[in-house]
C-alpha cells in the first residue's frame, strides 16, 4: 500500500508494505525490492526520461548540427554507398535500414526527417539529394517512402570526411550489433549554416539557417583572434540567410543582441517588386516569401483580408507559380501607393513573419546550453581541431605500419638472391627470413605475399621513393601535432577549401536573404484607404442590410423579402461607420464599405455583427464625431453618452446601456435642444431639462420618469429646444407642435401629466 503526502508540511513521502511476509508476491532470481520516496523515485525516472529526450531526440550538437536522427539517416546512406554521384535508392530502403540497425523508432518519424533534408525550402543547403514528390512550399506533404529515392548531396558528404579515420567516436548501436558515430567530423558549421528546431522538456531550441561562406569567414577571424568581439562577427555573419531568401528587416543592435544572447527574434519579409503593365497601370510581384510560409495558406489569408475588406485598396490576388514564387497582387486603382499597399499587407498577412531564435545547443554532446554565436563557432573550430589531431594520429599509424613494410621489401630487393633461395628450400621460410635478416613477423609475411612481377628494378626505386615520401610525410605530422600554431593554420586551409567549395562562387552559394531597413511609413487608417463614394443604406424591418450605389432617392420603391418591409433607408458614403444599437443595450460598429452589395436583398445584420436572437435592432445610424446621445430603457432609466464612446472594435460590439430584471433598451436619440420630452405607456407626458441627466461612459443611467404600477414603461423620449416647442405628428400626419409646456414641465423622475390632446395612439413623438 503507498501512502501519499502532497503537502510541503509532511517530512516524507515513504512506501510501506501493508501485507503479510507469506503474502508477499514471488521475485525472480536476482531481483531485489527497494524502499525509497515516491517523490525521489518518479523524480529519478522522470529526469532519466528528459535527459533522453534532451539528448538523444530534440537538441542538436554543436559539432556537427545534427539530431541523432539525421546523423543516423546520414551514416546509414553513407553505409550503403549513396555517393552524391553514385545511383539512387528507395526511401523505404533507406528508412527500413536506419529504423533496422540505428534508431529503433517508427519508420513515418524517421522518413519525415529524411524528407525535410531534401526540401531545399526547408533546409538552406539540403543533405539529400531526393528524386520524386518531396513535398513543397505550398505545404503539400511528400510521397509515401516507396515512391521517392534519395542519395547523399556533396554537403552531406562533407559531414563525414574523415569519418572512417578514427576522427570521431563510436558507440554500440540499440542493440550492440553494430556501431555508429557519436558526432560527425563536419567540415562546415552545419548547425548555423542549416539551423535546428526541437522541442525537449522544459526547453526548446530554434535556430535559423546561415551562409556558409560568411560562416567560414567568421570562423577564420575567430582563429586567428579568440577573443573576437560579437560586434566583429556580425560583420562577417550580418544575419540569417533563409533558404527562402526574404528581406531581413531587423536593426543591426537587435541582430547583435541577439546573437549577443542566443535569444532574440529576427524581422523576415517577403520581396516584392512593381510590375510596369503599360497605360499607368502596374501590378505588385511577391518573388520570395518569408521562411516556413506555407504559398497555399499566404494566398488564402490574404485572399479573406480581400473579402472582408479590411485591405480596400487590394482587388485581387494570384499565383502564378512555377518552379519560381510568383504571386500577383492587383491594385484597386493606380493611385494606390504601392509601399503603403505592402506596409498594410506586412501588418495583416504572412508575408512578414518573425523568426524567434533559441540557440539552445549540446555542447560536447551532453550539456544543454543557450549559447551565443562565438560560443558555437568556438564549439566547432575546437571540433575541427580535435577530428584534424586524431586524424593525424591515425595516419601517422598507418605511415608507420607502412615504412615496415617498406623496409622489409628494401631488404629483399637488396638480397633477392638469398631471399629467393630461402623461399625456394627451406620449410619454414618465414623463421628463416626473420632471422637471418632480422625482419618482423609483418615484413616477413609481406615479403612472403609479394608477387614476382614485383621483383623488378623499378619497383625498388618506386619503393625508396614512397618510403622517402612516407617519411617527410611523417616529420611533418609530427611537427603538426607538436605545435598549436601549425594546428591553427591547417584548419583555417580547410576552411578556406570549404568556403571555396560551397561558398559565394558556388551553386546556391550566394546569400539568398537581402538586409535592408523597413521604410518609415505611418500605419493609414483603414478609412484612408477606402475609396469615396456615395452609397444609399438600407435596412429592413427583418434586419436585412446592403448598400446601394449612389444616392438614390429615399422614396425610391425597394425589394424586400417576402413578408419583409424597409425600417432605415439613408444616404451615406463608403468611408462613413455605422452604428447599430440593440435592445440589450450593446453599440456594433459597421463600416460601410463592408457591406453587402445592393444588387440583391443583402446579409441580415446579425451575420455582420454578433447581436443576438433574442436582441432587436433598436436603431442604425451613421456616426459623427463628437455627437452627444440620449440612451433610455424601457425602465424609464436613461443618460447621455458622447457618440466617440460607443464605437466598438469587435463584432461582439460595446455594452453602453445596462439593462437588468426584463428591460431593454428602448431610445437612441441625438440629443438637439435644452429639455428631454419623456412618455409612458400610461401616456403621461413629463419634460425637464436636459441638465438633469449626466453624461456617462456605460451604466444604468438615472431615473427620467416614474410609474405608478409595476408594469409601466417608457414608451418614448426625446430632446428638443423648449423655445421651440414640442412637435409631434398627428393621426392625419400632419406636424403639430405645442408651445405652452408649462404644465408638463417637472422634475426628472417625476410622474407627468396626461398628454395634450391631438397626441399620437402610439405614444411617440416620431
Known amino acids: 500500500m503507498c501512502v501519499f503526502a502532497l503537502d510541503r508540511k509532511f517530512a516524507a513521502i515513504y512506501t510501506t508494505s501493508m501485507v503479510k511476509k507469506s503474502d508477499t508476491p514471488e521475485i525472480p532470481d536476482g531481483g531485489v525490492i527497494t524502499e525509497e520516496p515516491l517523490r525521489r523515485a518518479l523524480g529519478d ?11 538523444n531526440r530534440a537538441l542538436p550538437d554543436a559539432r556537427d548540427g545534427l539530431k541523432p536522427v539525421h546523423r543516423r539517416i546520414l551514416y ?7 555517393d552524391p554521384k553514385g545511383r539512387y535508392r528507395k526511401s523505404s530502403k533507406i528508412t527500413g535500414d536506419v529504423m533496422g540497425n540505428y534508431h529503433p523508432h517508427g519508420d513515418a518519424a524517421i522518413y519525415d526527417a529524411l524528407a525535410r533534408l531534401a526540401q531545399d525550402f526547408n533546409v538552406r543547403y539540403p543533405l539529400v539529394d531526393g528524386q520524386g514528390n518531396f513535398g513543397n512550399i505550398d505545404g503539400d506533404n511528400p510521397a509515401a517512402a516507396r515512391y521517392t529515392e534519395a542519395r547523399m548531396t556533396e554537403m552531406a558528404e562533407a559531414l563525414m570526411v574523415g569519418l572512417s579515420e578514427d576522427s570521431v567516436d563510436f558507440r554500440d548501436n540499440y542493440d550492440g550489433s553494430l556501431t555508429e558515430p557519436v558526432v560527425l567530423p563536419a567540415e562546415f558549421p552545419n548547425l548555423l549554416a542549416n539551423g535546428s528546431s526541437g522541442i525537449a522538456v522544459g526547453m526548446a531550441t ?88 506555407q504559398k497555399s495558406k499566404l494566398i488564402e489569408k490574404i485572399a479573406e483580408l480581400i473579402n472582408a475588406k479590411k485591405i480596400p485598396i487590394l482587388t485581387d490576388v494570384r499565383d502564378e507559380s512555377a518552379e519560381d514564387i510568383r504571386l500577383i497582387l492587383e491594385p484597386r486603382a493606380k493611385t494606390v501607393d504601392p509601399v503603403v499597399l505592402m506596409e498594410t499587407l506586412f501588418r495583416q498577412s504572412d508575408l512578414e513573419t518573425r523568426f524567434s531564435m533559441n540557440m539552445n545547443v549540446l555542447i560536447d554532446g551532453l550539456v544543454p546550453v543557450v549559447s551565443t554565436l562565438k560560443e558555437v563557432l568556438r564549439a566547432f573550430i575546437d571540433h575541427r581541431r580535435e577530428v584534424l589531431l586524431r586524424r593525424s594520429r591515425f595516419r601517422l599509424g598507418k605511415i608507420d605500419a607502412r615504412l615496415e613494410v617498406l623496409e622489409g621489401y628494401i631488404i629483399a630487393f637488396l638480397n633477392l638472391d638469398r631471399v629467393i633461395e630461402i623461399i625456394r628450400y627451406e620449410d619454414d621460410p618465414k623463421a628463416m627470413l626473420m632471422a637471418e635478416f632480422e625482419l618482423s613477423d609483418v615484413q616477413a609475411e609481406a615479403i612472403l605475399n609479394m608477387r614476382l612481377r614485383s621483383l623488378r628494378k623499378l619497383e625498388e626505386m618506386e619503393l625508396r621513393n614512397e618510403r622517402d615520401a612516407l617519411l617527410v610525410e611523417r616529420a611533418e605530422i609530427e611537427d603538426l601535432l607538436d605545435s598549436d600554431d601549425l594546428q591553427w593554420a591547417k584548419i583555417v586551409e580547410q576552411l578556406r577549401e570549404t568556403r571555396k567549395k560551397f561558398g559565394k562562387g558556388a551553386p546556391g552559394g550566394e546569400r ?11 500605419e ?79 446579409e441580415p445584420i446579425r451575420l455582420i455583427v454578433d447581436l443576438p436572437n433574442e436582441a432587436e435592432l433598436v436603431d442604425l445610424f451613421i456616426h459623427k464625431a463628437g455627437r452627444k446621445l440620449l440612451l433610455a430603457s424601457s425602465a424609464g432609466d436613461g443618460f447621455i453618452v458622447n457618440e466617440d464612446e460607443v464605437i466598438a472594435q469587435t463584432r461582439t ?102 398628454a395634450p390632446r391631438g397626441f399620437p395612439r402610439d405614444n411617440r413623438f416620431n
Open 45 to 55: 525516472r522522470y529526469l532519466t526520461y528528459a535527459l533522453s529526450t534532451i539528448m
Open 76 to 82: 546509414a546512406m553513407r553505409e550503403l554507398k549513396l
Open 653 to 754: 460590439g460595446k455594452q453602453v446601456l445596462n439593462v437588468k430584471n426584463g428591460a431593454r433598451a428602448l431610445v437612441c436619440r441625438p440629443v438637439e435642444g435644452d429639455h428631454v420630452a419623456c412618455v409612458g405607456l400610461n401616456r403621461k407626458v413629463l419634460i425637464f431639462p436636459v441638465s438633469e441627466l449626466p453624461e456617462l461612459g456605460r451604466g444604468k443611467g438615472v431615473r427620467m420618469q416614474k410609474y405608478a404600477d409595476k408594469d409601466g414603461e417608457l414608451s418614448d423620449a426625446r430632446t428638443f429646444n423648449l423655445s421651440e416647442g414640442l412637435s409631434w405628428k398627428d393621426p392625419a400626419g400632419r406636424t403639430r407642435t405645442e408651445t405652452e409646456l408649462a404644465e408638463w414641465i417637472g422634475k426628472r423622475a417625476a410622474a407627468g401629466r396626461m
Open 206 to 293: 530554434n535556430i535559423p539557417p546561415h551562409n556558409v561562406g560568411e560562416l567560414c569567414d567568421a570562423a577564420i577571424h575567430l582563429v586567428k583572434a579568440p577573443n573576437a568581439r560579437d560586434e566583429t562577427l556580425l560583420d562577417y555573419i550580418p544575419g540569417p540567410d533563409f533558404p527562402t531568401g526574404g528581406v531581413l528587416v531587423e536593426p543591426r543592435e537587435n541582430i547583435l543582441k541577439a546573437y549577443k544572447t542566443g535569444r532574440g527574434s529576427f524581422r523576415l519579409r517577403a520581396k516584392w517588386e512593381v510590375e510596369d503593365l503599360g497605360r499607368g497601370q502596374w501590378q505588385i510581384v511577391v518573388t520570395e516569401i518569408p521562411y516556413q510560409v
Open 512 to 522: 539568398r536573404t537581402e538586409l535592408a531597413d523597413a521604410p518609415d511609413v505611418e
Open 524 to 602: 493609414v487608417p483603414l478609412e484612408a484607404m477606402i475609396e469615396r463614394e456615395p452609397i444609399t443604406v438600407v435596412c429592413s424591418k427583418m434586419g436585412w442590410v446592403r448598400a446601394m450605389k449612389g444616392h438614390i432617392a429615399l422614396d425610391s420603391e425597394l425589394k424586400f423579402k417576402d413578408g419583409d418591409e424597409g425600417r432605415f433607408v439613408f444616404h451615406a458614403e463608403t468611408t462613413d461607420k455605422l452604428l447599430a444599437f440593440g435592445s440589450n443595450g450593446r453599440f456594433y460598429t459597421i463600416a460601410c464599405s463592408s457591406l453587402p452589395g445592393g444588387r440583391g436583398m443583402g
